[in-house]
């Protein structure tokens, strides 16, 4: 008979959360540096698959023809031979549509009761449901936008996401027509004074200027 103490429970837990917070940065790193290789490349549009191959050519993943747009189940790659070929989601780790460059994660909000209030968005392949966000500016802080449609609404709607080099989660950064969340931001931002203390100012008003503040003024 095997008796496990509390206490090595709790670091076989902890070895668990480690092991999957590894594994998901190291799929982020090589995520990275698939895109960086296919921006190099003369060509314009391309899928990365997660076997590290990087297909160019025309790349759909919205069906805007139907009274309803919405994604296809499938992202569609139209080679310069004219040669339509369909990919499974799960199999794609970025891809690059009408020069817009969209990044696979697996995100979760599993760690808060009420998701409405829950800013977090935890990096979690094993739990998480996917999502392609789309890339507005990577730096050491980089800013995406997760996109979606409500039924039966032609608009695509979107929230802006930030997320900081090595860290495991997204924070979101606006709340519909409230705008920026203010008292959540300064709080992700504890470990840069300065700017921790303009957003309890309120000194910003766009996503974008606080990416530049942080990339700018924020050096570790």
């Not at 698959?49 to 499938?74: C, M, Q, W």
């Not at 310069?80 to 696979?104: C, M, N, P, T, W």
Request: glycine letters at 4%; proline letters at 2%; a positive charge.
């Amino acid at each position: 008979m095997v008796c496990i103490t509390r206490h090595k429970l709790l670091q076989f837990n902890g070895c668990k959360r480690l092991l999957k917070t590894f594994f998901a940065f190291l799929l982020l790193i090589f995520s990275i540096q698939a895109i960086s290789n296919a921006q190099n490349s003369k060509h314009t549009d391309f899928v990365v698959l997660n076997s590290a191959d990087t297909l160019y050519g025309l790349v759909e993943h919205i069906h805007s023809k139907s009274v309803s747009p919405r994604f296809y189940k499938k992202i569609r790659l139209t080679d310069h031979s004219k040669k339509r070929r369909q990919f499974k989601r799960k199999d794609v780790l970025a891809f690059q549509a009408e020069g817009a460059i969209y990044q696979s994660f697996w995100l979760s909000q599993s760690s808060e009761k009420i998701k409405l209030l829950n800013p977090r968005y935890e990096i979690d392949s094993k739990n998480g449901e996917q999502h392609f966000l789309k890339l507005i500016s990577k730096g050491k802080l980089s800013h995406y936008h997760l996109e979606w449609w409500e039924q039966g609404e032609s608009a695509l709607l979107s929230m802006d996401l930030l997320k900081k080099e090595k860290s495991p989660f997204f924070i979101r950064a606006t709340q519909g027509v409230f705008g920026l969340k203010f008292k959540v931001l300064a709080d992700y931002f504890a470990d840069c004074p300065e700017l921790n203390a303009q957003m309890k100012q309120k000194q910003f008003k766009q996503v974008g200027e606080i990416v530049d503040f942080y990339n700018s003024n924020c050096l570790f």
